[in-house]
T-cell receptor, first 113, second 112 residues
């Protein structure tokens, strides 16, 4: 079945450092890809999405490009802030599977001032 | 403002007791989902519903039950058959998967 693999954390960075969180997926169809962010004790918020190959999703300085050839959707940010500290989830959904969201295990990001 | 409301925020269950978690949305979304989140783990799908009066089991449905009598509501019952129910439960909805999903703020269930 469809699956998502993302890099293990925690990832600890200093403020203004460059961030990359790797995400790769396995899917038989043409899924939509998402990054969600979860702050402590809260639900998930959609950070960005891409619905087809070569699409770039972006929001709040975060970017990710849908790479079909490498089945990847890596999350990047040029300069992280302390307020970016959270858990980041990569996910996919496909119509073939009732649009269910399939999540990676999540990556904890800690940004130090 | 449109959104998803989960209640209660915290819930305590005694051994052998059934409890029901509420999920209400006013987004006019057709599809609704229940996920379970355990510490340090990703989200696992419990049940989902794509239309009123219809629902399907997810990956970990055992010990849970749901109903979908109204488009806006998708309550989850954690039964006594669920042996390890302590977790964070998240409800989500979507109009169509490619547009993204809206999540509620979650219910933290603890067995006492």
């Amino acid at each position: 079945g469809d699956s998502v693999t993302q890099m293990e954390g925690p990832v600890t960075l200093s403020e203004e450092a460059f961030l990359t969180i790797n995400c790769t997926y396995t899917a038989t169809g043409y899924p939509s890809l998402f990054w969600y962010v979860q702050y402590p004790g809260e639900g998930l918020q959609l950070l960005l999405k891409a619905t087809k190959a070569d699409d770039k999703g972006s929001n709040k300085g975060f970017e990710a490009t849908y790479r079909k050839e490498t089945t990847s959707f890596h999350l990047e940010k040029g300069s992280v802030q302390v307020s970016d500290s959270a858990v980041y989830f990569c996910a996919l959904s496909a119509m073939e599977y009732g649009n269910k969201l399939v999540f990676g295990a999540g990556t904890i990001l800690r940004v130090k001032s | 403002d449109g959104g998803i409301t989960q209640s209660p925020k915290y819930l305590f269950r005694k051994e052998g007791q059934n409890v029901t978690l509420s999920c209400e949305q006013n987004l006019n979304h057709d599809a609704m989902y229940w996920y379970r989140q355990d510490p340090g783990q990703g989200l696992r799908l419990i049940y989902y519903s794509q239309i009123v009066n219809d629902f399907q089991k997810g990956d970990i449905a055992e010990g849970y039950s749901v109903s979908r009598e109204k488009k806006e509501s998708f309550p989850l019952t954690v039964t006594s058959a669920q042996k390890n129910p302590t977790a964070f439960y998240l409800c989500a909805s979507t109009l169509a998967g490619a547009y993204g999903y809206t999540f509620g703020s979650g219910t933290r269930l603890t067995v006492v």
